[in-house]
């Protein structure tokens, strides 16, 4: 009886052994790792990311620094801030590792062509942030980047912006020929694309309008290469950005900015593109800014309490309510002084003299709104349209189909930017600048002498377009500055104010690492 109770109990134990380590590895995995990836998830991830990491961004870095290095906007000389370069972070926390994740495990699958347009698109969405990323660092790794889960690689090199820029280009030309084929049988992302709802060729017009974007970049460090990448995009097949594929970000209650607007200090317009904005009747005057308090029969009222306005003021001015001031406020104090102080018209008056950039614009639910919308177009028609009438006057376009004269396109550029801003204003419920369906406004703006091509500074009239049009890429604000002059030294219709060089204000705002953009600009 012993000897059958011990053998009772070993071949208990064996059994129980046997059925412990039976599925021992489903039984312990960790619920919580995820072995086969939602391709579909993951994307959403990266798009979501790309754009609400943005509203410190815009407080810190857009409204503080870029728009006031390129003369944008002023706000107060001594609020200044190190909270910059979160695009940085992101890039590497919140948006490469997803879209690296989706072309490795769809790549391994049995039916990995299937999947061609989805890894296509991963690398138009990861360079668009990346660009964005290098314009303010340089250096960056890429090449070698997220691969320690896969290889080990613990310290990528850092790619020089030469690399970086010839890298973007050539898998920006890989996905658009991918992209531009039959998209028979290919698995979308469904609900997931937030951007293009899985429109394959949106995401190559986008692709070509990335690779305009390098290429005025690289412009003054090998024009050969621009042009070449000119020559690409203008032949390609899928296009360029137009009215129904312009990049925009539209949730209904995205509210990243809400009252920081006015965070540390309010902003305000200078003087010189509130002066320019008037002298053409443009419409996007009252998209951006807000008049000051010289409205109605504010004349009466001064004649009464026998007040005399300041002598920058023309009381016979038509537009007197638009005011701006110093870009540097240090070098105009007298007039500067009116930012914060208001003027006493007598009895309970005191007005404004100058008035603040058009907050609901830049944040719809500003104060008490709250149903305003914010949509950031982040790659514009117009962007691309200026792009290409640029290079067709620099005499780029020879030798091919460019689909229209540098006129052509400058005017597209424009018409496309005042029906963009007046749609973020009307998405905003604020200020518009377009009534009816906006044409007749179009063709005045266009006709005007300071707009209207005369065939002796072209050139500037569309730096001063793309200027204009960059109200809501401060991003691209800064970099155009950068690259082409503009504000610093070469403007003649508009003149630069002193103070706020983008030249010094980059160098005193980081530390320059960069290898091509400093030959650029």
């Known amino acids: 009886m012993k000897k059958l109770t011990i053998l009772s109990i070993i071949s208990a134990a064996a059994l129980f052994s046997a059925s412990c380590t039976k599925d021992f590895a489903d039984t312990n995995t960790d619920p919580s ?4 990836p939602d391709v579909a998830a993951l994307f959403a991830y990266s798009c979501e990311n790309i754009e609400s990491y943005q509203g410190t961004e815009w407080v810190w870095e857009n409204l503080e620094q870029l728009l006031r290095f390129s003369q944008h906007l002023t706000t107060d000389p001594y609020e200044l801030s190190n909270n910059v370069n979160s695009r940085y972070r992101v890039l590497y926390n919140n948006v490469l590792p997803n879209l690296v994740e989706i072309r490795r495990y769809s790549s391994g699958l049995s039916d990995a062509d299937r999947y061609r347009n989805i890894r296509a698109a991963t690398y138009v969405l990861g360079i668009l942030h990346a660009l964005k990323t290098t314009d303010m660092n340089g250096s960056l790794p890429y090449t070698q980047a997220i691969q320690a889960r896969y290889t080990g690689e613990l310290r990528p090199a850092y790619d020089n912006q030469k690399t970086l820029f010839d890298t973007w280009l050539t898998e920006l030309t890989l996905a658009i020929d991918t992209l531009n084929q039959p998209a028979t049988n290919q698995v979308s992302f469904g609900q997931s694309d937030i951007y293009y709802a899985n429109n394959w060729l949106h995401w190559a017009k986008l692709a070509n309008s990335l690779k305009l974007r ?3 970049r690289y412009e003054k460090a090998d024009v050969n290469v621009a042009k070449r990448v000119f020559r690409e995009v203008m032949e390609s ?3 360029v950005i137009e009215e129904t594929s312009q990049f925009k970000y539209d949730r209904p209650t995205w509210n990243p900015i809400g009252n920081d607007i006015d965070y540390r200090s309010p902003r305000f317009g200078t003087s010189s593109i509130i002066n320019f904005l008037k002298s053409t009747n443009d419409p996007r005057l009252p998209i951006y800014f807000t008049p000051n308090d010289l409205v109605g029969d504010f004349q009466d009222t001064l004649a009464k309490y026998n007040k005399t306005l300041p002598s920058f003021i023309n ?3 038509p537009m007197v309510q638009w ?4 870009a540097d406020w240090t070098t105009d104090p007298v007039k500067a002084n009116w930012y914060k102080t208001t003027f006493d018209a007598g009895g309970n008056n005191k007005w404004r003299l100058i008035g603040f950039i058009n907050k609901k614009f830049f944040a719809p639910r500003y104060g008490s709104n709250t149903t305003g919308r914010l949509v950031d177009y982040m790659v514009t028609r117009a962007e691309v349209c200026f792009y290409i009438a640029e290079f067709i006057q620099k005499g780029y376009g020879a030798g091919f189909d460019t689909k229209g004269t540098a006129e052509d396109w400058y005017k597209r550029g424009v018409e496309s930017s005042l029906r963009t801003m007046n749609a973020i204003a009307q998405a905003a419920e604020s200020t518009t600048g377009l009534t009816g369906d906006g044409s007749a ?17 072209d050139l500037e009239r569309i730096y001063i377009q793309q200027y204009l049009n960059f109200y809501k890429l401060a991003n691209e604000a800064f970099t155009f500055c950068r690259r082409t002059g503009y504000r610093g030294t070469l403007p003649r219709i508009i003149p630069a104010m002193p103070g706020t060089s983008p030249y010094r204000a980059a160098m005193r705002w980081m530390s320059p690492r960069w290898a091509l953009i400093t030959k650029i600009g």
């Open 315 to 317: 009381v016979n001015d």
């Open 214 to 216: 390098i290429a005025v």
């Open 237 to 239: 097949a899928a296009g």
């Open 323 to 326: 005011q701006g001031g110093p």
């Open 33 to 36: 790792v995820v072995t086969t």
């Open 441 to 457: 406004q179009i063709t005045a703006y266009l006709n005007h002498p300071n707009v209207k091509f005369n065939g002796v500074n």
